[in-house]
């Protein structure tokens, strides 16, 4: 089955709100098996809204919108959709009842006003969807042919809950059993870049086990993802873990887990196995890998605490780097670098130390040592690496990738130590 | 001047990314005073991008496309319109050598692979959109009646780049002058509810200078927008800071910026104008203060450092917080908020300390303490404040949460000091 998604306001059009709605009902119906094709945005206006809805029809002949259902002035996709149908609109004496409740519920003075009355007026010979969650209720419409318009709030707790409830029940009952499902699966990948990922992947770069190998690049790494579409639940699944197997078997250790898997919480478990405590220095991520470790729940029994050394007095008082080599080397150095992953090692009593050191910019860039150099340093039980990297993008996105990199040094020395060092 | 937004992806149109592109286009172009009268989202699937750009021409004349510029298989956006506007596709040299240059400057082994070539496939008689900021160049195509469709990047920071750099110039010679404009400017509050705001707006609680307010919370505080439609640019401009400047006499120290405003510039910028230096101590935001605070460029001189006192004995070792203190009232507590303030700003020597010290569960919580118990303390030369507040959201919310409160107890103490303590 194929349905389009028509997202209705200004607000959205004009961009002072992101839709949101849209990408829910996507990965909602694309869990039943209904492909969506394409999705549009349009104003608050009557003519704009039964264009869209009127080209959606013909594409597919089955529509669900989102929006300009409440009651004020500017919701018009009711009258719009009903005169598209050829339906005139009539007051639900249910639905009055419902909005009369409501306002006394909560607490309002005096009558129901007649604007809200609005949301009541509902087209003949549509069905209603219930809103348990709100006021404006949902709308089904369809025509002699089985084409088929839906209407759901604009507002996303109400719409969600209506889809749930009411929408994705009818949906599902014309889509038919066996229509096939969407399903995806993405591995994460870091420290391999998008282009050399498909060198690696070679002839897995543009499909695994038959399905498609998307490349999702972001300042966390590469993301792959796979997807199965038109295959029974049970096939999609299984096809998926071959495929993602596949993958994983290629690039070995630049997978570091899978779907929403975080890489701080990786090192975390990995420390966790293993007894040990960690401590982290930083100059140019300034408290962006503490930050990315104390995120995660629970974390309090691996970090002991870190250190962020943004001036060069920090790094000697409290980290014990040495002042020669602060001056010989400069702050965005080897020995610089090392020192900071021994020193709030030893400061803070842990078996693990991670030391960040670089110039995330805009300013402080030189030829030697561009914006974007950082040199980043580990200290594991008895071993210890360090290396220079030059990232790119803005300030934050250095920062952020400078702490996924900390991350990533700590997890191949902790789950890969023979690889180097 | 109308116009459509067509943006291109899979992994949109499936949900699994939420379009903030389509937005910021909307955005950037209603400033100019020309409107997006509808926006689509398609598959990577050349056929049904050709269509989608196709009926945006066909209604329009004018489209701006973001994705499926880059080097993978799943990029298909510049051969369906090439074949669109009837024209083939050529490589372009001078795109070529900035590719190979970029190689270079990363420091990737060997040559330009292949695959990264068909980025710089141009369509015959293309005007080259440049991207400083990645690889992909953007793409201007236009026919002979004056119709146009522009290509950009999807990855945000390229696309937003480009289209400031040399989109929107383009755009704006074509649509001309006197177009009513839609503007708008937004006052950042903070510290004060939803709710609270429009009691203490009172007759300004939905609209100033005639112009709408609309209430948007975020972590940060409570932004409030008023927008104006319709109005000569310098007519618009005029109404916003009248309506603007009517809301913050009635908010007084409420707000602390406007538009894209960032409290700990704020904080940075007072504490610079005194030549006071920052120090931190964080335990439940374990690095989130410190790192807003480091995002701000230039903060060097200003920020000395941090620690991240996570555990209890980095709190006595490091911040000399008394034991007995942690005992009696436990770590989350006034007297461990203050001694953590007090002991960064004497271990780092600066003028101005903070400590934070809460529970940012999910776990951790108690009747008397429950989550989202957080209690900051700030000393600012001789002064010093402490407070205890629940804030509400998840682990990651109350994290921010509490960052941006003890940026405003800071904000406070160095701005309104006659105001308490």
Redesign the interface.
């Given at each position: 089955m194929r349905i389009e998604i028509v997202t209705i306001g200004d607000e959205?059009?004009?961009?002072?709100?992101?839709?949101?709605n849209?990408?829910?009902?996507?990965?909602e119906l694309?869990a039943l098996g209904v492909q969506?094709?394409?999705?549009?945005?349009?104003?608050d206006r009557a003519e704009?809204i039964a264009a869209?809805v009127r080209?959606a029809l013909d594409r597919t002949g089955a529509v669900i919108m989102t929006g300009g259902l409440g009651p004020t002035a500017d919701d018009l996709t009711k009258p719009a959709i009903a005169a598209l149908f050829g339906r005139s609109l009539a007051l639900d004496p249910a639905i009055v009842a419902h909005l009369e409740r409501i306002w006394k519920e909560r607490g309002r003075p005096g009558a129901l006003p007649a604007t809200n009355l609005q949301q009541a007026m509902i087209p003949e010979g549509a069905r209603v969807l219930f809103n348990r969650h709100g006021t404006a209720p949902g709308i089904w419409l369809e025509d002699g042919g089985g084409r088929w318009a839906a209407m759901l709030p604009g507002v996303p707790r109400e719409m969600r809950g209506m889809l749930a409830d009411e929408l994705l029940p009818l949906v599902a009952a014309r889509a038919g059993a066996g229509a096939g499902v969407?399903r995806?699966r993405t591995l994460r990948t870091t420290g391999i870049?998008?282009?050399?990922l498909?060198?690696t992947l070679g002839d897995l770069?543009?499909r695994a086990e038959g399905l498609?190998v998307?490349?999702?690049?972001g300042v966390d790494g590469v993301d792959l993802?796979l997807?199965a579409r038109g295959l029974g639940a049970d096939e999609a699944e299984r096809t998926l873990a071959a495929g993602a197997a596949r993958l994983r078997e290629r690039l070995g250790r630049f997978v570091y887990g899978e779907d929403d898997a975080d890489l701080a919480a990786v090192v975390l478990d990995a420390c966790r196995a293993r007894g040990l405590r960690v401590a982290?220095a930083?100059s140019c991520?300034?408290?962006?890998?503490?930050?990315r470790?104390?995120?995660v729940?629970?974390?309090?029994d691996v970090?002991?605490?870190?250190?962020?050394?943004?001036?060069n007095?920090?790094k000697r008082e409290?980290l014990g780097v040495d002042d020669r080599d602060l001056q010989a080397y400069g702050a965005v150095s080897e020995p610089v670098a090392r020192q900071m992953a021994a020193g709030v090692r030893e400061?803070?009593?842990t078996a693990v130390g991670v030391g960040i050191t670089g110039i995330a910019?805009?300013?402080g860039g030189t030829p030697e040592k561009p914006v974007g150099t950082v040199w980043i340093a580990a200290s594991v039980e008895d071993a210890a690496w360090a290396a220079r990297t030059?990232f790119?993008?803005?300030?934050?996105?250095i920062?952020r990738r400078a702490a996924q990199a900390a991350l990533d040094m700590l997890r191949r020395m902790l789950l890969f130590p023979a690889e180097r060092g």
């Open positions: 959205l059009l004009l961009g002072f709100t992101i839709d949101t849209a990408a829910h009902l996507a990965r694309a969506v094709v394409r999705r549009a945005t349009v104003g704009e869209a080209d969407v995806s870049a998008e282009s050399q498909a060198v770069a543009q498609p998307a490349y999702l690049p993802r997807t982290v930083e991520t300034g408290g962006v890998l503490a930050a470790l104390t995120a729940p629970g974390s309090s970090v002991e605490g870190g250190v962020v050394a943004y001036d007095r920090v409290l400061r803070l009593g910019g805009p300013g030059l790119i993008g803005d300030r934050e996105e920062r």
